[in-house]
């Protein structure tokens, strides 16, 4: 129907310190963005703040005197949908479905997946950042659509670093 709401919520994780222009030309054009820890430093959260409205979460690593501002679990509404933040999926605190979320971001484990459960859709975009062990480089995005939403992750095609 032409009359849906469409919104992209980009989504990044463990960027520690390192915002990767891949990883911001693929979230260019969100309406909103949102940040699922392991930050790395409070500029990486400005510069994405001028794409789109930033949700953020204090990660393990995020330590220093400015991550004090960001909290440990959010909250995030997009039209008809609820989104529940936090970094480390084994530290949720609630039951997403019986609180009303539809949708549950995570980061930490740097693994991208997506899995439905007990009709809540729970997303780890992976890591931007710095590559661990063999894991990919990768971010994501929901697209929602009235009360639908659908989840993707995106491993980011890295240009060679001498062509950076």
Known sequence: MSGETKRRVG?????????????????????????????????????????????????????????????????????????YIVHDLGELDLDPAAAGFQVVVSGHSHRPSVVEREGVLYVNPGSAGPRRFKLPIAVGELLIVEKSVRARVVELDLAPPFLR
Do not use: C
């Open 11 to 83: 989504l990044i994780s463990d960027t520690h310190g390192l915002l990767r222009p891949e990883a911001v030309a693929f979230l260019r054009g969100s309406d909103f963005i949102v940040h699922g820890g392991d930050i790395g430093r409070e500029d990486i959260l400005e510069e994405l703040a001028t794409l789109a409205p930033v949700t953020a979460v204090r990660g393990n690593n995020d330590t220093g005197p400015w991550a004090r501002a960001v909290r440990e679990t959010e909250a995030l509404r997009v039209g008809e949908v609820a989104i």
